[in-house]
């Protein structure tokens, strides 16, 4: 198709007018965006002779308008719009399929890359919108298009590993990503002035990978014949993380636990909420579908064994749910709560619970456990399922629980415990153990340990179960205890 001078000129002025619309993100402004966009190409679709045999110019413009368009729609906050999106990133592939297809054509890397885009913005709205499966066709679809597009290759591994359970493809997305961003720099696809963090990033995720398949054989990619230790890889991987980012927290926590680190006494801010803001959305469904966890209904069920039974246990005036998650917890004593207060670290977490049992919260807060317990008290209970995991140290937070209870007020609280076979080696090698950081991240507590810190902070233990399978590991359940504490009345503070 041959275009006059002047329809070109038309063309270019629309797609520029748009361009410069889109650039101020207003929602006017888009709107006028995507009529340009739209005009531009009812333009080159009506004046064109023959719709298969483009030209690589007026097909780069189409593929150009398509993509521009998209990135309108997907900029618009209403509903149906991402519908929208979606359908032009699909025309923008579809015209980059008739003239890729074309013998008469010859393959050509600007139009490829231009195709690779739209192939990732798909995926990133297919993402966005829980379409997990064709988020990654497009990410896979976009790094075949255009082989240094490491922002695919990264977007396809987090998908892989977070939503489709397969650590393993996930790991070789990551390597690729980082082997193009440190090796291939030079070509890499819009490559970042300062790659630090995103290196960081992918060590992290690697070393998640091969922590989340702990009975896999694991082998380097330059010698897949020879074993290596999965550990050892795992560790590699999380020590490259922190020194890309000596602020990546979660990858501390992780190298820390992998390591044993018994210097850490509890998991940082940073990472607690950095772990819950990514796991908002799939929190509940991975805790208790995929994890098997029971914690929250056997800690109700502990605290009203501790009353004698549920129509002995009392009305609270104040109660406090710690790490309150989307409400599992404070879902199971919300009959026994006059006035219920959900706390936790994380905003998204909190935004979920809102949404998953409105009106559950008389108040929710966001911040740390141990400053709310001293600004809300006197508290009534406090509650806490699979929340002090976190602490490995119990002193801090028990000093907290004690400012913030009311005399006589209880805090019930479920904790992990070490398995049995790692608890008779603790036994030989360190009969003094209070806490140890497990590869899962998290802390597991010894029973006199916790007994100690509750003598020692006023707080009489009237209740205790062993908890046994109440999660599950790769397949092992997890040991743990319920506690029912009570603050005594003679205390001071």
Known sequence: MCLSRAYDTTV???????????????????FAAISSYKTALSLLVSQSDDDVNMSKDDTEMMLSLYINLGTAYSSVM?????????????????????????PKNKKNKDLDDLAAQAAFFLGMIYQDTGEYRFAADAYAMAGTLDEYHWAALGNLG??????????????????????????DYMKATDMPENPAPILSQLQYRIGLAINASPDHKCVLQDDIDT??????????????????DPQNEPAKHMLASITADATMTRASNTYVTSLFDDYAANFEHSLVQDLGYTGYERLRRGFDRAFGGAEKVPSFPLV???????????????????????????????????KARPGLYDETRIGDVTQVYRDVKPISLIIAGDSYIYFGDLNELFASMKEGLANGGFAAFTLENVSKETEMQLGKSKSDWRWQLTPSGRFAHRKAYVEEMAMHHSLRIIHYEELIDFRFENGIGVRGHIFVLQKQTNSKE
């Open 12 to 30: 270019s002025d629309l797609f520029e007018q748009g361009n410069e619309a889109l650039g101020s993100n207003e929602a006017n402004n888009l």
């Open 227 to 244: 074993p290596r230790d999965c550990k050892e890889l795992a560790t590699h991987a999380f020590s490259l993380a922190t020194k890309y």
């Open 158 to 183: 987090s998908v892989l590993q977070d939503h489709m359970k397969n650590p393993r493809e996930a790991m070789l997305a990551y390597n690729k990503a980082y082997q193009i961003m440190t090796e």
């Open 320 to 354: 406090v749910d710690a790490g309150c998650g989307t409400g599992l917890v404070g879902e199971q004593f919300r009959n026994v709560s006059q006035h219920l207060i959900g706390v936790d670290l994380s905003a998204a977490i909190i935004n979920e619970a809102k």
């Open 78 to 102: 209403e509903a149906g719009q991402e519908d929208r999106a979606i359908e032009a990133y699909k025309e923008a592939l579809l015209v980059h399929k008739d003239y890729s297809t074309n």
